[in-house]
């Protein structure tokens, strides 16, 4: 067993598996170079104070500047027999300074320290994925685009209900990603404070500057309470939180993409290269990512349930607990980025049928409402207007017609004197959609200005 940081108290150590189960290197090891940026800053500060001599502090600086570089370069690899990240860079330190790598820890505990490392680290990584969801939606933009015009059937309960556009049905999914965007970039505005300085959980009676170090790590402040800052882990659960919606929002639109690639709905071609085949039945077109990201939502809400679990009956301030944080959090992110990308290269090259998507519409009279919104125009009730297009729906399931337009004016007529020649070419799907082209709406035009409002949103 490598050298523990509090030998000085316990003689006798723990056995080596109770040692690798109190480890959690294997999980923190990525927050590597955090913890040297967060050691720099605190160095500097101990020696700008005069905690320990100017000399000292210039050649830890040095020293950790070299560990971020061989770090990085792969030169110094990272020994997974410590008990923690925290301990490896210190001891890396104390074997190549002897004493002076002893002083880097004065008014600083482990428990700020991580509380720091991850927050540092969060403040990299989590604006990357915001960016991955961005470019998700720029991509699924440019499909919505595309088929800003290709009219295919809305459903509620997954019955066919009324015409859209397919560029209505994708700009939906973008609404909620942005949405998913904003969460994320909240939450990072909110976890950025600077919890160095805190201690164990009652902070020092050193002279430290946490306004210096907080300041010279790109934080706005230092955090208020030196207890709440080794203790919660609100932020962990925000983040999670977000990425659980995240994912759950890809979930469902991977839902609508497994359904659309089934035979019977024919409405998208996934790529050969996103598609995967059956170990035996060779005919097979698998849409395989699209049911591992639905598949990979359950980790992630797993991962949401594992942090508020492990942080509801927890006394306050720190307790070894709060270690198992940060694999449920790490996995939020690792699957969210992951599905993202996954989810956009799978979307950026399906080819959509718009001839099936047309035939769609026709059968399961989704023009019904128009019917009757035709009649409201001519002056009639909506009530009655439904009593008269639901009416006119039976007939034509009894004699066997598939479209309100396969009967005739005559016919019509029969169930309202409003009916005019003019309903035929109101009630096609395309001009079904394209009358529902108030803001928000399926209709080309409706369509394109949410994807200008989106778009403008992404430069923003
Ligand atoms: N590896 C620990 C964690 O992630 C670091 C803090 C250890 N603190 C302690 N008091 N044992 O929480």
Sequence with gaps: MAQVLWSGRLEAKPEAE??????????????????????????????????????????????????????????????????????????????????????????????????????????????????????LISALLDRAEEHAESVMPGYTHLQRAQPVTLGHHLVAWCTGLDRDAGRLSDAVRRLDECPLGAGALAGSGLPLDRAATAA????????LNSMDSVADRDFAAELSAACAILMTHLSRFSEDVVIWATEEFGFIDLAEQWSTGSSIMPQKKNPDFAELVRGKSARAIGDLVTLLTLMKGLPYAYDRDLQEDKEALFDSLDTARACVRMFRGMMASARFRRDRMEAACVGGFLEATDVAEYLVRKGLPFRKA??????????????????????????????????????FSAITPAACAAARSLPGGPSPSAVRAQIAELRGRLKG
């Design 386 to 423: 439904h009593e008269v297009a639901a009416l006119i729906v039976r007939d034509c399931i009894a004699d066997g017609q598939k479209i309100v337009a396969d009967r005739t004016l005559a016919q019509l007529k029969v169930r309202s004197e409003l009916f005019e020649a003019d309903l």
């Design 216 to 223: 010279a790590l790109g934080f706005p402040r230092p955090t």
């Design 18 to 135: 109770a040692f690798d189960f109190e480890s959690s290197i294997s999980v923190d090891a990525r927050l590597a170079l955090d913890d040297v940026r967060g050691s720099r800053a605190h160095a500097a500060m101990l020696g700008s104070r005069g905690i320990i001599p100017a000399e000292a502090a210039a050649k830890l600086d040095e020293a950790l500047a070299a560990i971020s570089a061989e770090l990085e370069s792969g030169a110094l690899a990272i020994d997974t027999n410590v008990e923690d990240v925290h301990s490896f860079i210190e001891g890396v330190l104390t074997e190549r300074l002897g004493d002076l790598g002893r002083m880097v820890h004065a008014g600083r505990s482990r428990n700020d320290q991580v509380a720091l490392d991850v927050r540092l680290y969060l403040k990299r990584v989590v604006p990357e994925l915001a960016g991955e969801v961005r470019s």
